[in-house]
T-cell receptor, first 117, second 109 residues
């Protein structure tokens, strides 16, 4: 149980284009999903928190107009990197909590590696 | 949030127990100790969490000192697949996890 998937697992895009990353909870309903970013040899950094049906809460320093998050259902959250630049190249990871089951631990997706050329 | 201190790295032999320490001297009474690990190029994996009692599950055991200022994650029989970065995180309820540098554990045959 508590499986989270991400799609795509890796993507290469050209500078200036937009990329959408999907995060799905496969066997539970996720009222809250989190998006993290990890640069090489660094730890994960929380970008934003999204609650189903409401606007995402972004961490300080994260541009909400550049990283668009939509959490339209209890099993799907999407992160769109708009007008991507090479410095946006990173490992993007989502996580979800199964609060309906009373479980507070986070379950992470496998990550999406974004390379912007 | 209470800050945690972990050794940057440690080696252990395959088949032996791996004991990973974590100091959290400023932990508050309602904060839990969570452990996650991240295998290279994968998303983190939840291991275990506890408040003040020792906890055990199929992956590991968590030993929390009586004063709650430190804890130890125990992998009872380390395998090569346990090579990963292990993160000790102190939070009220796992919301908005803050990942530090963690401990890079290398299990050697």
């Amino acid at each position: 149980g508590a499986v989270v998937s991400q799609h795509p697992s890796w993507v290469i895009c050209k500078s200036g284009t937009s990329v959408k990353i999907e995060c799905r909870s496969l066997d539970f309903q996720a009222t809250t999903m989190f998006w993290y970013r990890q640069f090489p040899k660094q730890s994960l950094m929380l970008m934003a928190t999204s609650n189903e049906g409401s606007k995402a809460t972004y961490e300080q320093g994260v541009e909400k107009d550049k990283f668009l998050i939509n959490h339209a259902s209890l099993t799907l959250s999407t992160l769109t990197v708009t007008s991507a630049h090479p410095e946006d190249s990173s490992f993007y990871i989502c996580s979800a909590r199964d609060l309906l089951a009373g479980r507070y631990e986070q379950y992470f997706g496998p990550g999406t590696r974004l390379t912007v050329t | 949030d209470a800050k945690t201190t972990q050794p940057p790295s440690m080696d252990c032999a395959e088949g032996r127990a791996a004991n990973l320490p974590c100091n959290h001297s400023t932990i508050s009474g309602n904060e839990y100790v969570y452990w996650y690990r991240q295998i290279h190029s994968q998303g983190p994996q939840y291991i275990i969490h506890g408040l003040k009692n020792n906890e055990t599950n199929e992956m590991a055991s968590l030993i929390i000192t009586e004063d709650r200022k430190s804890s130890t994650l125990i992998l009872p029989h380390a395998t090569l697949r346990d090579t990963a970065v292990y993160y000790c995180i102190v939070r009220v309820n796992d919301y908005k996890l803050s990942f530090g540098a963690g401990t890079t554990v290398t299990v050697r045959a």
